[in-house]
Every structure is written in structure tokens, then in C-alpha cells.
């Protein structure tokens, strides 16, 4: 008896009042609207540059280099270090 009357405590204390409303009808169809423009970019040049949003460190990279580098630099002092 204990039992079920602490689990519909707990029951009635984890659900939300009825007078409270999350969202209003409207608010969710225009969230949903609003939801279809936002696709991702659909250009290679914006999936291009959104591809460098996550670039923190060069550990998990696809390239060795950032648009601020040289490929070429980078290219002859990874050769000169793998030399010595």
C-alpha cells in the first residue's frame, strides 16, 4: 500500500499542471514552417565552408591544412622532417 501511494506521488509531482501550455498551436506550425528553410547549405562552396565548422585541432582532419596555410609549405617541412 506504502508503495502505490509513493509511486502516484511521484507520478503526480513528475507531470506538468494542465493550465500550463508549452506552445500554443500557432507557435508549433510556425515552428515547423521554419523548420523546412532551415535544410543545411546546398551549394558545394557552403558545404564547404560549413565542413570546417568542427576543425579544432589536426588529430581527426581531412586536410593538413587550414585556409591559412600553404599546402606547399606544410608539404616540404613534413619532407625535411621525415629526412632527418
Known amino acids: 500500500m ?3 501511494q509513493l509511486s502516484l506521488i511521484i507520478r503526480q ?23 523546412q528553410k532551415s535544410t543545411g547549405p546546398g551549394t558545394a562552396e557552403g558545404k564547404a565552408t560549413v565542413a570546417k565548422n568542427t576543425t579544432k585541432h589536426g588529430l581527426l582532419a581531412w586536410k593538413d591544412v587550414v585556409v591559412s596555410e600553404n ?8 619532407l625535411r622532417r621525415r629526412m632527418r
Request: zero cysteines; proline letters at 3%; glycine letters at 0%.
Open 2 to 4: 506504502v508503495i502505490s
Open 13 to 35: 509531482s513528475l507531470t506538468i499542471p494542465e493550465d500550463i501550455i508549452m506552445a500554443t498551436q500557432a507557435q508549433t506550425l510556425a515552428n515547423q514552417q521554419n523548420a
Open 71 to 78: 599546402q606547399a609549405q606544410f608539404d616540404n617541412a613534413r
